[in-house]
């Protein structure tokens, strides 16, 4: 039975695979034969499966996420691929402009993360075992993977500013992905333009992720 026979919509598709993945060791050959069919799919890698000499999962730089990786015979080169994609590709619902758009916004986040956010995070914070522990600013629990939180004014209303002062067509913007897997702006001199308009203007807190998904982007 194929993943669509067995899945009528996307979201239950999703499902399904994420629960084969969350099952999957580290490191070991997959052989689940839906995983092995759907990377046919991706709407970016042209894969050969018969050309393959492993499916495996792997811990993906720089959040070391269990991620699924391949590696073709011949070749010491070991690529990541996004089951995601490929199950939205297979439904028809994958739009190439669409998440192009969706990786520029991750790569001016991920500009924004390297000047006073991360000052911030780093002060109000302490480390045990590499995981961050905090205090919680708005209901005052100490926990572990505290997170940033853009407060009062939200990240999507300093980005959204930073775009139409600019008038930045997102399309148009270059990106590439560095070295820890993190996509970011090809124009050096835009990046430091954004993280210095970001910076002038972005102010934190802490929050618990319990916190931090009841706020999401306070409805703006």
């Known amino acids: 039975m194929s993943l669509q026979e067995r899945c009528s919509t996307m979201t239950q598709a999703i499902k399904y695979i994420s629960d084969i993945i969350k099952k999957l060791p580290i490191e070991e050959n997959i052989q ?4 092995i069919e759907l990377v046919k799919y991706h709407p970016t ?3 050969n499966i018969n050309n393959v000499i492993w499916f495996k999962m792997k811990l993906r730089p720089p959040f070391n996420k269990p991620a699924l990786h391949y590696k073709y015979k011949n070749s010491d080169i070991i690529d990541d691929i996004s089951w995601k994609l490929c199950i939205k590709n297979l439904y028809k619902k994958y739009n190439r402009d669409k998440e192009y758009e969706n990786d520029v916004k991750s790569a001016f986040r991920n500009e924004s993360h390297i000047g006073t956010k991360k000052n911030y995070f780093i002060t109000n914070t302490t480390i045990n075992n590499n ?3 905090g205090k919680c600013q708005n209901c005052n629990v100490i ?4 997170t940033t939180d853009h407060y ?5 209303e300093i980005f959204n500013d930073f775009i139409k002062i600019n008038n930045i067509n997102l399309s148009n913007i270059d990106i590439f992905e560095n070295d820890q897997n993190e996509i970011r702006l090809n124009d ?3 990046a430091s333009k954004w993280l210095k308009f970001h910076d002038n203007k972005a102010q934190y807190r802490l929050l618990c992720n319990s916190c931090n998904s009841y706020f999401g982007s306070y409805g703006y």
């Not at 689940?32 to 995983?35: S, Y």
């Not at 009062?152 to 999507?156: D, E, F, T």
Request: proline letters at 5%; a positive charge; aromatic letters at 10%.
């Open 45 to 47: 890698k042209q894969i």
């Open 188 to 190: 050096r001199i835009l």
């Open 143 to 146: 926990t572990e993977n505290i």
């Open 131 to 133: 995981i961050f522990i």
């Open 152 to 156: 009062p004014i939200v990240y999507k």
């Open 32 to 35: 689940d034969k839906h995983i």
